[in-house]
C-alpha cells in the first residue's frame, strides 16, 4: 500500500523555539493531507486540512498562527509548531488522502512526537 | 450533528479469547466506515472498509460488520493474541464530494497472557 512518512519521529525542544514536522507522501501523490494531534489515551483530534497550493482549513478551536500549515508540493506538508510551550507536548500524526474507489483511501504516518520543555 | 461512537471504551481479555468491538454513527451522507488499528506510539493501520451495501467483511482474525439501516457497526476479533493490544479506531467518511472524516474515540484493547 501507499506510504506516508513523517519526520522526525520525536523531537525535543526548549519552551518558546519552533519545530516542523514533515509529511511525505512517498509513492503517489496527495492532494490532500490532514494533520491530527493525539494526547495520551486519547483518540485522534483532528487539526486542520492541508490542500496543496490552497490555504489549509483548520478546525474549530484550532490556532492558524500557532500552527502553521504549508502544503508547496503534491508530496510535501509540513506542520510549524511556533513557540512552542509545554502544553504543545502531544503525539502529531498526519495523513494522506488517494481518491478513487468508494471515497478512496486514507494512509497514516508514523507520527512524530514533540516534547516541549 | 455527525457523530461516531465507539464502546466499549477500553476492554481487557485473555489470550485466546474473542471479542467485539461496536461503533454507532449519525454520519450523512455517509460513504463507508473503516476500522483502523493503532499501535501505541504508531500510526493508525487500515483493518476494513465497508461500504453501504457491504454487511460483513474479514481480514484474518478481524470481521467487521455493517448495519446501515441502524447505523451501527462492529469489530469482531477471533482468537486474540498479545499483539492486538492496541486501541481500534471507527472512521466515517463522507459521501458527496465532502473531504470529512468523522473518528470515533477509539477502543484501547489489552490481551493479557
Known amino acids: 500500500g501507499a506510504v506516508v512518512s513523517q519526520h522526525p519521529s520525536w523531537v525535543i525542544c526548549k519552551s518558546g523555539t519552533s519545530v516542523k514536522i514533515e509529511c511525505r507522501s512517498l509513492?503517489?501523490?496527495?492532494?490532500?493531507m490532514f494533520w491530527y494531534r493525539q494526547f495520551p489515551k486519547q483518540s485522534l483530534m483532528l487539526m486542520a486540512t492541508?490542500?496543496?497550493?490552497?490555504?489549509?482549513?483548520?478546525e474549530q478551536g484550532v490556532e492558524k498562527d500557532k500552527f502553521l500549515i504549508n502544503h508547496a508540493s503534491l508530496t510535501l506538508s509540513t506542520l510549524t509548531v511556533t513557540s512552542a510551550h509545554p502544553e504543545d507536548s502531544s503525539f502529531y500524526i498526519c495523513?494522506?488522502?488517494?481518491?478513487?474507489?468508494?471515497?478512496?483511501?486514507?494512509?497514516f504516518g508514523e507520527g512524530s512526537r514533540l516534547t516541549v520543555l | 450533528k455527525n457523530q461516531v461512537e465507539q464502546s466499549p471504551q477500553s476492554l481487557i481479555i485473555l489470550e485466546g479469547k474473542n471479542c467485539t468491538l461496536q461503533?454507532?454513527?449519525?454520519?450523512?451522507?455517509?460513504?463507508?466506515l473503516r476500522w483502523y488499528k493503532q499501535d501505541t506510539g504508531r500510526g493508525p493501520v487500515s483493518l476494513t472498509i465497508?461500504?453501504?451495501?457491504?454487511n460483513t467483511k474479514s481480514n484474518g482474525r478481524y470481521t467487521a460488520t455493517l448495519d446501515a439501516d441502524t447505523k451501527q457497526s462492529s469489530l469482531h476479533i477471533t482468537a486474540s493474541q498479545l499483539s492486538d493490544s492496541a486501541s481500534y479506531i471507527c472512521v466515517v467518511f463522507l459521501s458527496g464530494g465532502y473531504n470529512k472524516l468523522i473518528f470515533g474515540a477509539g477502543t484501547r484493547l489489552a490481551v493479557h497472557p
Open positions: 465497508m461500504t453501504f451495501s457491504e
Open positions: 492541508s490542500n496543496e497550493g490552497s490555504k489549509a482549513t483548520y
Open positions: 509513492d503517489f501523490q496527495a492532494t490532500t
Open positions: 495523513s494522506a488522502r488517494v481518491w478513487g474507489g468508494e471515497a478512496g483511501e486514507l494512509f
Open positions: 461503533c454507532n454513527y449519525t454520519v450523512s451522507p455517509f460513504s463507508n
